[in-house]
């Protein structure tokens, strides 16, 4: 059985959707790409999830049916989103997108110091010259 043939925006190409993991290729996602470890807990963990509690009558039994597909309804939904924002990023003139990238690169290590011309940096003071203090001494 073939899918359809998701060129275009698609993310994976065709011969490597066949090793997604079954929760990502049932609910047709595209952009977001969720490993195996996170499908089961969408999937398997939402439903441990609404037998605890349902064990724990907080909820009906009918909780551990409706959870997972809540669950599924929401990643699906965060899908949609994300390719609504691929697209309208696609939207953006590159000139545009360079200039954002620059304004948002990190400036670690690049902040200016204004040093003032009478600032005393260090003290060197010599070892035989500080006395010992005593806990509870108050130093004048």
Same mark, same amino acid.
């Given at each position: #059985?073939? $899918?359809?043939?998701?060129?275009?925006?698609?993310?994976?190409?065709?011969?490597?959707?066949r090793y997604r993991p079954l929760? &990502?290729? !049932?609910?047709?996602?595209?952009?977001?790409?969720? $490993?195996g470890v996170l499908c089961f !807990?969408?999937?398997? $963990?939402?439903? &441990?999830?609404?037998?605890?509690?349902?064990?724990?009558?907080?909820?009906?039994?009918?909780?551990?049916?409706?959870?997972?597909?809540?669950?599924?309804?929401?990643?699906?939904?965060?899908?949609?989103?994300? &390719?609504?924002?691929?697209? /309208?990023?696609? !939207?953006?003139?590159?000139?545009?997108?360079?200039?954002?990238?620059?304004?948002?690169?990190?400036?670690?290590?690049?902040?200016?110091?204004?040093? #003032? /011309?009478n600032a005393v940096t260090a003290?060197?003071?010599?070892?035989?010259?500080?006395?010992?203090?005593?806990? $509870?001494?108050?130093?004048?």
């Amino acid at each position: #059985m073939t $899918g359809p043939n998701r060129t275009g925006w698609a993310t994976l190409p065709v011969d490597e959707e066949r090793y997604r993991p079954l929760y &990502a290729r !049932l609910l047709g996602l595209r952009f977001v790409n969720p $490993g195996g470890v996170l499908c089961f !807990l969408f999937f398997e $963990g939402a439903i &441990a999830l609404a037998v605890l509690l349902a064990l724990a009558e907080l909820v009906t039994w009918w909780a551990v049916l409706v959870l997972p597909v809540v669950v599924a309804a929401m990643v699906k939904l965060n899908d949609v989103v994300a &390719a609504v924002v691929v697209r /309208s990023a696609a !939207l953006v003139p590159e000139q545009e997108r360079d200039r954002f990238r620059r304004q948002m690169e990190p400036v670690v290590g690049r902040a200016r110091v204004e040093w #003032m /011309s009478n600032a005393v940096t260090a003290v060197a003071i010599p070892a035989d010259r500080v006395r010992p203090t005593r806990r $509870g001494d108050v130093r004048d």
